[in-house]
């Protein structure tokens, strides 16, 4: 397994100057209690938190704030948006490349399904959130980023009645990229299988992500670069944050049957743009179906489909090789035109920033 980018934020990556947590518990078992600060005290705090990660965070939105800021001391969430405390929200995850909002409208379109499941309205229009995503990309002034955009149910109080939040919440914040290292690309990762996590609401991009985060621990446990979970049949779902896709020995490109998966904007965009590689010859036809962890097993390539990813070759199943453990002809030819649809076809953007 190599070093994803996944692991940032733990201690090789950074060194963190926080105390040990051995001076933690010796600071917790001193008889005095914490100070009461007032708000000076409290903001000087607040400015002063080591917090090295943030080197990443460009510029945050907040309804909350009704603005914009370029401090991350600043990026925070009022405790009490239900979001924070009951997960009760939806999320979307949208790549900026060369300043233009990769599938901006689709990311969009998902955001608004994912509401309506959970009965939430979005408290502007998606014209307006565009305008506002746009100003979070040239406040961060950086033309390649991530852009999550967070829809909560609001700041209300601590209970799950969601009708004591009168108005949504918005957050935007625009991250720096880090997409996996080349030689994730060039060799291929390692992916494994487990069927000891259950999606709940497999269809919404909701922030009850514990499932999703599960999953990865499990996998960064196990030593696997990625885990793929099943569905309630045993059959492939998808991994934590990124679909699966493979190509089975009739040589077609298949990937596991809408209902028990998040519909991946990169796999809706591949398997469109894998029809040209049907066209040259490459592939004998695209398909969604049920797809069994023998279908796996016995792929002759396997594929990791993801906004952060873009479509990443799977090599290894377990510690085994996977078809025959190099990077297959499918994944390098779709990687390509993914790169290419993303970089060079204004129609599949939005502009943000020049
Ligand atoms: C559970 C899950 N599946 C699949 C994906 C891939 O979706 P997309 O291609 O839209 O990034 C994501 C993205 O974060 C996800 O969270």
Partial sequence: MYALPLTRGMPGRHPLPFPHPAVYLALMSEPTPPPVLDDEQAIARLRSRPRPWAEDYLAMYSSWLEGITTSPWLMSLPLDDHMVHRGDGVFEAVKCVAGRLYQW??????????????????????????RVAVAVVRAGGHPDCLVRIFLSRGPGGFTTNPYECPTPGLYLIATRLHPPPPQAYTQGVEVGITSEVIFPLPGVKSCNYL?????????VDRGWDFAIGLDP?????????????????????????????????????????ARRLVDQGLLQGVERRVLS?????????????????????????????????????VARALGRLLEQDIRHNPQASTPALD
Avoid: F, Y
Avoid at 211 to 219: D, H, M, Q, S, T
């Fill in 293 to 329: 962890v023998e279908d796996l097993r016995t792929a002759r390539e396997a594929m990791l489909l993801g906004t952060t990813l873009d479509v990443l070759p799977v090599t290894r199943l377990e510690g085994r090789p996977l078809g025959d453990g190099q990077v297959g002809p």
């Fill in 211 to 219: 499932p999703n985060v599960l999953l990865k621990r499990l996998a």
């Fill in 105 to 130: 409208e689709a990311h969009l379109a998902r955001l608004w399904r994912s509401a309506a499941a959970i009965a939430l309205r979005p408290p502007l229009s998606r014209q307006e959130l565009t």
């Fill in 233 to 273: 049949d045993g059959n492939l779902a998808e991994g934590s944050t990124e679909n699966i896709a493979l190509v089975d020995r009739g040589g077609r490109l298949v990937a596991p049957a809408p209902g028990h998966i998040l519909e991946g904007i990169t796999l809706t965009r591949c398997l469109a743009l």
